[in-house]
């Protein structure tokens, strides 16, 4: 296959199809991706990339160059070894063309502008990079909703239209099927774990599929927390069918503080009839930046002995803050290696707060339990006490 003999190809759906036909002669060929899909978010509105889309068309063209879209918004050219003009000049021309972006600074740094392939030496790496965006699922055309309904991919860039967008199809999807449970178990070291909790959660991930955003939620600490303080409205609306389940026992359920101070929260605790324990876990980053709604929470959910748990504590966290002095009940600490370079921190805190108000979370291994053992920790959360009961290590 030859370049200068390709029909015109649709460059927004047919990139893999090219790349079928071009890898008999990759040797023949260059590629460059471009990064576009990095530009700030004014340069990332979809009016922008299509003129990035036009300028580089316009550009390579000449040199039988073949320029198409990838549906992350990156570009990609596919080019000629004995092209007339030069790769670099091409690339020089097109970044005049577009507006100034920190990017073009990156040049062809890893993560810069572009990437330059030697298709004939580096097939297999630009072959790879263009599956993990045209595969990924993220990036589907068309997302099917919990609901069976279709919405259109989110690729505008985070602004408030994708803003209203997202609100509103949170509002009406039913999120029960991105509900997860992980147990928190009790154990020691001697006797077998026991189960004595379930933290309920909404997966992230799933979420991020399903809306089809391509700017990663757990990446964009504001986004997420947007779009948290939207699913709490949900999470609050269907904790009484979760209150009634006999299967589910003490049950752990993420919040935000400014979602405890709303109508939708005080209905529910009005109604709530202290059916089953009952905790709501929120984020440290969350109480530094409200803490005296942490007070009034705190005092309002001790009405109907409801506790607060303050999670993903970190080393940082744990050397400037004295948990102590935070009014709430139960502390999830997360596992780290730079936690357990704290151990005598943690032993400490351990001894004057006691254990049944700590619980190490995000333990993965035996290891991790192991060592949390060590410093005096009695509940844990994580994958770690899973693999160890399907083992049958614990007598």
Known sequence: MTIENEPTVDPSTEILTALDQIKPTASSFKAIIFNTSKF???????????FALEEAIRIFTPIKGLVFKLKNHNLVCIIQRNAAISIDRCISQLKRTLPPDPIFNEGHKKDGFYMVFDLGTHWESFAEAVHDIEDN????????????????????????DTLANLEKTLNNSNLLSYLRRQPIYWYDGKDKPRKIASHLFLSV???QESLAISDPIMANTWLFKHITTLLDKQTITFLPQLLSHNSIENIHANINLRSIITPAF??????????KPLSFCIDIVDYMAHPDVLEF???????????????SINASHLAVMALDKIPANVFKINWSPAIMERKEDLKALINKIGAYRLILHRCETEQDIQAGLDCGFEQ???FGIDKMLKKDTIE
């Open 137 to 160: 699922p993220i990036y589907s055309s068309v997302t099917t909703q919990p609901d069976g309904t279709t919405k259109q991919l989110i690729t505008d860039g985070i602004n408030l």
């Open 297 to 311: 929470a705190h005092n309002l959910l001790e009405q109907k002995s409801c506790r607060i748990i303050i999670s």
């Open 266 to 275: 005080h209905k529910f605790f009005h109604n709530y009839q202290k059916d």
């Open 40 to 50: 700030t978010v004014f340069n990332r509105e979809p009016k922008r990339i299509d």
């Open 380 to 382: 844990f959360q994580g």
């Open 205 to 207: 991930q799933a979420l």
